[in-house]
């Protein structure tokens, strides 16, 4: 299974690093020397294009006329024959043919193959080269991109950046990214730490300087902006790693932070009428790749130190800083702390899927730079690196699919985050990674070109029809708030006129690469008249001139509306006058029961209606084997978009199943729908919490009759029983787990993170008013951004010491724990729980090591769940209070299994947003999603 938040929190620490180190960043003659000592004889034979981007931009009849080059280097004369064939999206033939060639001895030549006229698209070219003699020279198939117009000229308000990479062609690169619309590129090559400060008070020269100023005119002429970028330390600046020993420029941090701060400010300073806005550090993850033997106030420190630098004498240069919206909360925010906020704005690294959480955290990357910045976060807000990969995100895919599954990802990944910048005004800038024409660097599988081919591949078409279509648009509103199944963004164009994009979303099955997983149907429009529909590569779909129109809906497939008509008619024609046919327009979800199985229970099933339409339905139940139940049909008349009801049917009779297993089918109809049946079940548990005296450490027959509920990771079974007494709610777990993973005690070392330990997290969503969610009220709250109130995390440090950790609850704002941090309202870190006393709890932690098991035993104390006990203990004899809350086992080393989710297991995962560095994860779908399970209580 693809876990992109692997790719984020490790993986990509890997390409950061070679950022630093790689051929991007190193100096003109060095990259020189390099390319001189990668040069080869040219081949025998080389296929290309007459214009070597691949790209063809369509002319005033929408068309363009691509032209393939195969040139021969042969030392002896040739002949023969080129077949080719070109395949829109690699399956529908759009052209064929055989060209004869001669080739003469010793001297390059070059044979012109004419592919046709082709419309805007993505394909792909399979070329054959055969001598005379039937000998097979290369067969070879290469990416081709025939593009809709794209914005030409520059745009310093425009969000749409690139990774480019310096190691590539200068010439090329440019031109490609000027084709498909790039207006920011990430940093000026010719400025490193090294040339502007080669020694202590010695600074670059004029002949370096001007380098530098052409470099970034040049950028200009295509059109593009470069942000500085402060490309890490001065080698004779870098403090010693941990063991003492010299380490790399980009491994740790400055050694005399006054002497960096010095040296950012001479490289700004020359440059500061070209170059507005200077990132000062890439990834400065505390005790991490970049950032070794630092802590997080040095990182403060270093900002602040800058900041009085560079600010007397440049006030409009903005200085940009953090690294994710976790990292900026817990360091560059961190509550209380000395020398926070000294940054006009602030970066993040959203790689993954477009999951809505995306959405979410570039709202709250705003909301924090808002309140907590120097200025109000006026610089806005730098996704300086995010992206899929295919070898990464889609490796359950065929190759050949895989490149069309990231260039769907591409379009979505850049609303969610134009939409959070539009709703709360402030700019955005999206730096899609990575471009690379035609040489190899570490993190070259998220390349958008083929560098063996030197063509596109689709997210190249993918990224222009994007670009040409909403640059110059202002984003005025999302169509459907309430829907989960779908996202529509309204904008106005630079005429006036109304355009808009539009997706299904995707869903999480155990993958996020399966599109028959997520919402699919047909968009029907009753008013499209003058509303000319692309699709994400820029295929025409409709052209405007009926007045009616269906459309096919796929997840992350994003639908462009190019119209005639004014903003407000074209939201009318997409809302009012339009029809949502989904195959499954309903989350059906058969809950857990809260109390022990009997005929005085329920069987309830959550229907949320997840389309943008209200709703009549029909649900037919089945109930487990061997149960009887009430009733089996149930009317929910007028269901809105984004509402959820609990149809709840009384049990006649019940059967205990003593796996705890009982399956739950269903069927729903819709009015207005003839045929239509959305079919399925779910196996649910008992998830109950009985009144019980338990005693931590005591013999496990306490918990005798107590109903686990059960959760599997991989091949292991991981078992949970909770009860309930006057002082304490109880958690009991045994997790199978072939090696145990500790981290060093807490007081050792408190850089450690418990989470990524072996470990079980405990959640509750116990609290209505969160106070420190910055996103409370939003619009989108139910549908992207619900959060939790409190997380507890237990684990076994090495030496057998049990530990358990507060990793969020009112007043931690959110944050994770960093040593040099100040004290928050509410403390992080370990609390006051032994397995006999403590104040805050109890905890002991056992491992069997012969029988592969690590056993938990949890008992929070009630005063950490205020609002939850109240409930409790006001519950009268035979009661049941439904609490929300789940559960989680992260089984880390080598042969771990990874994390397990009570939330994913138990129900379809949805979106969320909990504002903190990854211990439950983002609240994204393929992190467990958010925490609205129940748990009942009962006395």
């Known amino acids: 299974m693809s876990d992109p938040k692997q790719i984020t929190r490790r993986q990509v620490m890997r390409y950061g690093a070679a950022t630093a180190v790689g051929l991007a960043w190193l100096g003109p003659a060095t990259r020189a020397a390099a390319a001189a000592t990668t040069a080869a004889a040219p081949p025998l034979v080389e296929v290309n294009y007459a214009d070597p981007t691949g790209l063809y931009p369509i002319d005033a009849a929408g068309t363009a006329s691509p032209v393939l080059t195969v040139t021969f280097n042969s030392p002896a004369a040739l002949s023969g024959t080129i077949a080719w064939s070109v395949s829109a999206r690699g399956t529908q033939e759009a052209g064929q043919g055989r060209t004869g060639f001669t080739a003469p001895a010793g001297q390059a030549s070059t044979t012109s193959v004419p592919l046709g006229t082709l419309g805007p698209d993505y394909y792909a070219v399979a070329v054959t080269v055969t001598d005379a003699a039937g000998t097979q020279l290369l067969k070879e198939t290469h990416g081709l991109g025939v593009l809709r117009p794209t914005i030409q000229g520059r745009r310093p308000g425009s969000c749409f950046g690139m990774g480019i990479r310096g190691e590539s062609a200068p010439l090329v690169t440019r031109q490609i990214a000027q084709r498909i619309g790039v207006k920011w590129t990430r940093g000026v090559f010719s400025v490193l730490p090294d040339t502007v400060c080669p020694s202590r008070g010695v600074f670059w020269g004029q002949a370096d300087i001007d380098r530098a100023r052409a470099e970034v005119v040049e950028w200009h002429g295509y059109g593009i902006e470069p942000t500085g970028f402060i490309n890490y330390n001065m080698s004779w600046n870098v403090q010693p790693g941990a063991d003492g020993k010299p380490v790399r420029p980009h491994q740790n941090r400055p050694k005399d932070m006054v002497a960096q701060a010095d040296m950012v400010y001479h490289a700004i300073a020359p440059l500061q009428d070209l170059v507005k806005n200077w990132e000062v550090w890439n990834e400065p993850w505390v005790h991490g790749w970049a950032w070794q033997t630092g802590d997080a106030q040095d990182y403060r420190d270093m900002t602040k130190l800058i900041w009085d630098r560079v600010k007397p004498e440049f006030p409009d240069v903005n200085l940009l800083g953090g690294g994710s919206v976790s990292y900026n909360r817990d360091i560059v925010y961190a509550r209380g702390s000395k020398d926070t906020g000294y940054i006009d704005g602030s970066v993040n690294h959203a790689y993954g899927y477009p999951d809505a959480t995306q959405y979410a955290m570039a709202k709250t990357q705003i909301k924090m730079d808002r309140l907590w910045s120097r200025t109000g976060g006026r610089a806005g807000q730098w996704q300086t690196e995010l992206g899929t990969a295919e070898v990464h995100s889609f490796p359950g895919l065929p190759p050949n699919e895989a490149g069309y599954a990231v260039a769907r990802t591409l379009a979505p990944t850049h609303l969610l985050h134009m939409l959070a910048g539009a709703e709360e005004d402030s700019p955005m800038r999206i730096f899609w990674f990575s471009l690379c024409y035609d040489k190899p660097?570490?993190?070259?599988?998220?390349?958008?070109?083929?560098?063996k081919t030197k063509?596109?591949?689709?997210?190249?078409?993918?990224?222009a029809t994007m670009t040409g279509l909403l640059e110059d648009c202002e984003l005025l509103t999302e169509l459907y708030p309430k829907a989960r199944s779908t996202w529509g963004f309204l904008f106005k164009a630079a005429d006036g006129h109304g355009r808009a994009a539009v997706y299904a979303d995707q869903l999480f099955d155990g993958t996020m690469e399966h599109q028959d997983a997520g919402y699919k149907g047909t968009l029907t429009l009753h008013r499209a008249r003058g509303v000319r529909v692309y699709d994400y590569l820029g295929r025409l779909l409709f052209d405007g001139e009926a007045a009616r129109t269906t459309l096919k809906l796929s997840p992350w497939e994003v639908l462009y509306f190019d119209s005639d008509l004014s903003p407000d008619e074209l939201k009318a024609a997409l809302t009012t006058g339009a029809v949502f046919a989904y195959d499954t327009p309903l989350a059906i979800t058969p809950l857990p029961f809260t109390k022990p199985v009997g005929p005085d229970g329920t069987v309830d099933v959550r229907v949320e209606n997840v389309s943008p339409h209200t709703l009549h339905a029909m649900l037919r139940v089945t109930a487990p084997e061997g149960w009887k139940i009430a009733r089996r049909d149930n009317v929910i008349p007028r269901l809105k978009p984004g509402e959820a009801r609990v149809?709840?049917?009384?049990?006649?009779?019940?059967?205990?199943?003593?796996?705890?297993?009982?399956?739950?089918?269903?069927?729903?109809?819709?009015?207005?729908?003839?045929?239509?049946?959305?079919?399925?079940?779910?196996?649910?548990?008992?998830?109950?919490?009985?009144?019980?005296?338990?005693?931590?450490?005591?013999?496990?027959?306490?918990?005798?009759?107590?109903?686990?509920v059960t959760m599997t990771g991989g091949t292991k079974e991981y078992t949970f029983q909770t009860a309930w007494d006057s002082d304490f709610l109880h958690?009991?777990?045994?997790?199978?787990?072939?090696?145990?993973?500790?981290?060093?005690?807490?007081?050792?070392?408190?850089?450690?993170?418990p989470f990524k330990a072996d470990s079980i997290q405990l959640a509750f969503d116990a609290v209505k008013d969160k106070t420190e969610d910055l996103l409370a009220g939003d619009a989108h709250y139910d549908k992207a951004m619900r959060s939790i109130s409190h997380l507890y995390v237990a684990t076994l440090a090495k030496g057998g010491l049990p530990e358990l950790h507060r990793q969020l609850a009112p007043g931690t704002n959110y944050q994770t724990y960093y040593p040099t941090n100040a004290p928050l309202p509410t403390p992080l870190g370990t609390m006051d729980a032994h397995p006999d006393s403590g104040s805050e709890g109890r905890i002991l932690v056992t491992r069997d090591e012969a029988a592969k098991v690590t056993t938990y035993e949890v008992a929070l104390a009630w005063d950490q769940l205020p609002e939850l006990a109240a409930a409790v203990k006001a519950l009268p004899e035979g009661a049941v209070h439904e609490a929300t809350m789940g559960v989680q086992v992260q089984d880390s080393g080598t042969g771990g299994q990874g994390t397990a989710y009570w939330t994913a297991q138990n129900e379809a995962p949805a979106s969320g947003c909990y504002n903190f560095a990854p211990f439950w994860s983002s609240g994204a779908q393929f992190t467990g999603g958010r925490v609205d399970t129940r748990w009942g209580i009962g006395r």
């Not at 063509?455 to 990224?463: G, K, Q």
């Not at 196996?683 to 013999?699: E, K, L, S």
């Open 731 to 753: 958690f009991r777990a045994q997790i199978q787990d072939d090696l145990q993973v500790s981290n060093d005690p807490f007081p050792v070392n408190g850089y450690l993170f």
């Open 647 to 708: 149809v709840s049917i009384p049990v006649v009779s019940a059967r205990t199943d003593a796996a705890n297993r009982y399956a739950v089918g269903f069927e729903a109809t819709i009015l207005g729908r003839p045929g239509f049946r959305q079919t399925g079940s779910r196996t649910v548990q008992v998830a109950h919490a009985p009144f019980r005296t338990i005693t931590v450490g005591a013999a496990a027959s306490q918990w005798e009759g107590v109903v686990p």
């Open 455 to 463: 063509s596109p591949r689709p997210a190249v078409v993918a990224y």
């Open 441 to 451: 660097y570490s993190g070259q599988e998220f390349n958008i070109y083929d560098i």
